[in-house]
Protein backbone atom coordinates (compact mmCIF):
# COMPACT_ATOMS: atom_id res chain seq x y z
CA UNK A 1 0.00 0.00 0.00
CA UNK A 2 1.11 3.39 -1.37
CA UNK A 3 1.65 5.89 1.95
CA UNK A 4 2.80 9.46 1.34
CA UNK A 5 4.04 11.37 3.70
CA UNK A 6 4.85 15.18 4.34
CA UNK A 7 7.07 17.04 6.24
CA UNK A 8 7.99 20.84 6.14
CA UNK A 9 5.45 23.90 6.20
CA UNK A 10 4.30 25.95 9.25
CA UNK A 11 4.45 29.83 9.70
CA UNK A 12 5.97 32.84 7.94
CA UNK A 13 5.54 36.11 6.99
CA UNK A 14 4.60 37.45 3.81
CA UNK A 15 7.02 37.34 1.02
CA UNK A 16 8.93 34.49 2.72
CA UNK A 17 9.67 30.69 1.76
CA UNK A 18 8.90 27.68 2.68
CA UNK A 19 10.02 24.23 1.58
CA UNK A 20 7.57 20.83 1.83
CA UNK A 21 8.96 17.46 0.89
CA UNK A 22 6.81 14.41 0.46
CA UNK A 23 7.94 10.94 0.56
CA UNK A 24 6.46 7.76 -0.69
CA UNK A 25 6.88 4.30 0.86
CA UNK A 26 5.49 1.01 -0.29
CA UNK A 27 6.19 1.56 -3.67
CA UNK A 28 7.11 -1.62 -6.20
CA UNK A 29 7.08 0.74 -8.64
CA UNK A 30 6.86 4.66 -10.00
CA UNK A 31 4.33 6.88 -10.02
CA UNK A 32 2.76 8.13 -13.29
CA UNK A 33 3.11 11.86 -11.46
CA UNK A 34 3.07 13.42 -8.00
CA UNK A 35 1.63 17.00 -7.45
CA UNK A 36 0.40 19.62 -4.56
CA UNK A 37 -2.89 20.12 -3.84
CA UNK A 38 -3.88 22.77 -1.40
CA UNK A 39 -7.30 23.51 0.77
CA UNK A 40 -7.99 26.91 2.44
CA UNK A 41 -11.04 27.07 5.01
CA UNK A 42 -14.19 27.42 2.94
CA UNK A 43 -12.61 26.56 -0.56
CA UNK A 44 -12.44 23.58 -2.58
CA UNK A 45 -8.86 22.01 -3.41
CA UNK A 46 -6.53 23.74 -5.52
CA UNK A 47 -3.79 21.50 -7.80
CA UNK A 48 -0.71 23.87 -7.24
CA UNK A 49 1.84 21.89 -8.64
CA UNK A 50 2.48 18.83 -10.94
CA UNK A 51 5.61 16.79 -11.88
CA UNK A 52 5.55 13.62 -14.09
CA UNK A 53 8.29 11.86 -16.40
CA UNK A 54 7.11 12.18 -19.94
CA UNK A 55 8.86 11.10 -23.25
CA UNK A 56 11.97 10.95 -21.31
CA UNK A 57 11.52 13.84 -19.65
CA UNK A 58 10.48 15.55 -16.44
CA UNK A 59 7.27 17.91 -17.12
CA UNK A 60 6.08 20.53 -14.42
CA UNK A 61 2.66 22.58 -14.61
CA UNK A 62 1.74 24.71 -11.80
CA UNK A 63 -1.32 26.59 -11.05
CA UNK A 64 -1.90 30.10 -12.36
CA UNK A 65 -1.99 31.72 -8.70
CA UNK A 66 1.40 30.64 -7.62
CA UNK A 67 3.37 30.51 -11.55
CA UNK A 68 6.55 31.94 -11.22
CA UNK A 69 7.05 31.85 -6.85
CA UNK A 70 6.60 27.66 -6.67
CA UNK A 71 8.79 25.24 -7.97
CA UNK A 72 8.59 21.64 -7.57
CA UNK A 73 11.55 19.04 -8.19
CA UNK A 74 11.77 15.27 -8.04
CA UNK A 75 14.75 12.86 -6.54
CA UNK A 76 13.13 9.32 -8.18
CA UNK A 77 15.21 7.37 -5.97
CA UNK A 78 14.11 8.70 -2.96
CA UNK A 79 10.79 8.46 -4.41
CA UNK A 80 10.41 12.62 -2.70
CA UNK A 81 9.36 15.33 -3.98
CA UNK A 82 10.10 19.01 -3.32
CA UNK A 83 8.15 21.89 -3.50
CA UNK A 84 9.76 25.12 -2.91
CA UNK A 85 7.24 28.46 -2.15
CA UNK A 86 8.73 31.39 -2.60
CA UNK A 87 7.46 35.30 -2.29
CA UNK A 88 4.33 33.41 -0.01
CA UNK A 89 1.11 35.50 0.15
CA UNK A 90 -1.47 35.51 2.83
CA UNK A 91 -3.68 33.97 0.56
CA UNK A 92 -1.44 30.82 0.40
CA UNK A 93 -2.56 29.87 3.64
CA UNK A 94 -4.00 26.49 3.47
CA UNK A 95 -3.31 22.87 4.70
CA UNK A 96 -1.16 21.53 1.60
CA UNK A 97 -1.62 18.11 0.25
CA UNK A 98 0.56 15.74 -1.41
CA UNK A 99 -0.43 13.54 -3.61
CA UNK A 100 0.13 10.79 -6.59
CA UNK A 101 -0.98 8.66 -9.20
CA UNK A 102 -0.24 4.93 -9.24
CA UNK A 103 -1.29 2.66 -11.97
CA UNK A 104 -3.65 5.01 -13.33
CA UNK A 105 -3.60 7.85 -16.07
CA UNK A 106 -3.72 11.09 -14.97
CA UNK A 107 -5.16 13.29 -18.16
CA UNK A 108 -5.54 16.76 -16.46
CA UNK A 109 -2.21 18.02 -14.27
CA UNK A 110 -3.25 19.45 -11.30
CA UNK A 111 -6.74 18.09 -11.27
CA UNK A 112 -6.59 16.51 -7.42
CA UNK A 113 -9.36 13.64 -8.56
CA UNK A 114 -6.15 12.77 -11.11
CA UNK A 115 -4.59 11.46 -7.88
CA UNK A 116 -5.53 8.63 -6.35
CA UNK A 117 -3.18 8.46 -2.91
CA UNK A 118 -2.53 11.46 -0.69
CA UNK A 119 -0.77 12.42 2.37
CA UNK A 120 -1.88 13.81 5.49
CA UNK A 121 -1.85 17.23 4.85
CA UNK A 122 0.52 19.86 6.39
CA UNK A 123 -0.76 23.36 7.53
CA UNK A 124 0.91 26.68 6.07
CA UNK A 125 0.21 30.13 7.40
CA UNK A 126 1.32 32.94 5.52
CA UNK A 127 0.99 36.31 7.80
CA UNK A 128 0.80 40.15 6.91
Known amino acids: QVQLVESGGGSVQAGGSLGLSCTAS????????MGWVRQAPGKKREGVAH??????????HYADSVKGRFTIAQDTAKNTVYPQMNSLKPEDTAVYYC???????????????????WGQGTQVTVSS
Open 99 to 117: AGAWGIATLYPLEPSGYNY
Open 26 to 33: GVTYRSNC
Open 51 to 60: IERAGGSTVT
